[in-house]
């Protein structure tokens, strides 16, 4: 089971960083179409030949790799358990020769690069147990550019959703192109500072298009868009309609006395890979068509 494990992650970072999620593509041809700006439509023009060539050579879609993330939803039953961080590590320094992924590990306090993706906590891995006999891995690997535009501020509880609106729209604008956009937003609202950018960076892998189940949650991310998008910094900063493709929300109960809301940002190379692997040791990928 170790080997499986192992052998699945890898594939997944190499879909990953080469091949994006149907649903991106389909957003980003939508945008290519519709959007207004010359200037924007020639960005979105360019980052689609980027997408073509980039699965037409199997080479990244990008040359910073990110920061290798993975999501474990492991069955309680799933006889492989103790094999699954030694696997994710092990796939992770695979994935960096035969890929090949960029070296993005370096420690803060010696700047040294590990070489091979892996370090203290790194690849991190955000673990949660369920049901069930089978392991749902997702690889995200995370781009520093869109990292670096993620933000937490603690609002007092009176400003609310006001605050909320007020925040997201002076920080996007505030950013600006940094992040490459058109991005994807995720909004953690609620728990605490930690709480609320884990639920707002693993927003960020629902699928575009995709609303949370809350009618009135489903109906602010539709507003947030619309206002992100009338800021006119459009793809990648120069101008247009297309600033985001989606907004996500999602949200913990908070402390009375603490209003918490993260915002994480996804670059347009908004990548991801999913497969669950059954108790039978058959393989199943959800986001991208394999045969295994």
């Not at 023009?45 to 997408?51: P, V």
């Not at 290798?68 to 039953?77: C, D, K, N, R």
């Not at 908070?254 to 908004?270: D, K």
């Amino acid at each position: 089971m170790k080997d499986l494990i192992e052998n699945v992650a890898t594939k997944l970072l190499e879909l990953a960083v080469i091949y994006l999620p149907e649903d991106v593509k389909e957003a980003l041809r939508k945008a290519a179409e519709d959007e207004p700006s010359e200037v924007g439509r020639t960005q979105l023009k360019a980052i689609l030949e980027n997408i073509r060539l980039a699965e037409k050579t199997k080479t990244p879609i990008c040359q910073d790799t990110g920061t290798i993330i993975f999501y474990v939803e492991a069955g309680s039953e799933f006889k492989g358990l103790k094999h699954i961080r030694e696997a994710l590590v092990n796939a992770t320094k695979k994935a960096t020769q035969t890929v090949p992924l960029r070296p993005n590990a370096v420690n803060p306090f010696t700047g040294k690069n590990s070489g091979d993706n892996t370090g203290k906590y790194i690849p991190y891995i955000h673990w949660e147990i369920v049901e069930g006999d089978s392991l749902k891995l997702t690889a995200f690997p995370k781009g520093g550019g869109s990292e670096n535009t993620c933000f937490c501020k603690m609002l007092s509880p009176g400003e609310g959703l006001n605050g909320l609106k007020k925040l997201l729209i002076d920080h996007i604008i505030a950013v600006g192109g940094m992040p490459c956009p058109p991005i994807i937003i995720g909004i953690g609202i609620g728990g605490g500072s930690d709480i609320a950018m884990k639920i707002a960076k693993k927003a960020l892998l629902k699928p575009i298009g995709e609303r949370n189940p809350d009618k009135e949650i489903a109906k602010l991310e539709l507003e947030l868009l619309e206002a992100v998008n009338m800021t006119g910094i459009g793809p990648m900063g120069l101008g247009g309609k297309y600033t985001a493709l989606d907004v996500h929300i999602d949200y913990a109960h908070r402390h009375p006395a603490s209003f918490p809301v993260a915002i994480a940002t996804q670059c347009w190379a908004a990548r991801r890979a999913t497969a669950v692997i059954h108790s039978d040791g058959s393989v199943e990928f959800i986001t991208h068509k394999v045969e295994w």
